[in-house]
Every structure is written in structure tokens, then in C-alpha cells.
């Protein structure tokens, strides 16, 4: 698609219900109606219960109930490096 592949969006979270990931957009035209546009290795990822059944979705399989929290989409690890944090030449830490 014409202007896509150029910008992503900075790590975003992304909940339904009680099902949270931490995920990173293309930004890429599209139409008015659709905010947001899942890739198939996503839902394989996150294989939603009711999709095409229902208007409930639901992400309740074993590994989205174990690794989609809300607590794991804010946990990240700071590793500190003392020869950034003393080096004058460092303008952000």
C-alpha cells in the first residue's frame, strides 16, 4: 500500500477487556471506518474466542490469559551502565 512501511508508532498498550498486549503500529492510510487493522500473526498469536460467532470477542486461551495482563505490558527492565551515566559526552540518560 502506497505510503505505508515509513513510520511506526512508538510501543503502545492495546486492552480489550481484561486482555492487554504491548504493541508497535505501522502508520499507513486507511479507510475513515477502521482505527485499527490487526495482522494475521497477531491473532495467531492471540486467538480471539467468539470472532466469528458472536459480537462478544473474547481472548481466553491459556497463553493470553497467562501473558496478556495488564502487569505484564507495564513491567520492562532498566539495565544501568555506568559508562553512559559517566560519560560527558551523554546528553540523556
Given at each position: 500500500m502506497k505510503g505505508a512501511e515509513q513510520w511506526c508508532t512508538e510501543p503502545m498498550r492495546l486492552q480489550h477487556w481484561k486482555h492487554y498486549t504491548?504493541?508497535?503500529f505501522e502508520i499507513s492510510p486507511m479507510?475513515?471506518?477502521?482505527?485499527?487493522?490487526?495482522?494475521f500473526g497477531w491473532i495467531t498469536q492471540h486467538p480471539p474466542?467468539?470472532?466469528?460467532?458472536?459480537?462478544?470477542?473474547?481472548?481466553n486461551?491459556?497463553?493470553c490469559k497467562r501473558r496478556c495482563t495488564k502487569y505484564e505490558t507495564n513491567?520492562?527492565?532498566?539495565?544501568?551502565d555506568n559508562s553512559v551515566a559517566t560519560d560527558p559526552a551523554a546528553k540523556t540518560i
Open positions: 504491548r504493541e508497535r479507510d475513515p471506518e477502521i482505527d485499527v487493522f490487526l495482522p474466542q467468539g470472532a466469528w460467532t458472536s459480537e462478544e470477542v473474547r481472548f486461551s491459556a497463553g513491567d520492562f527492565s532498566i539495565t544501568w
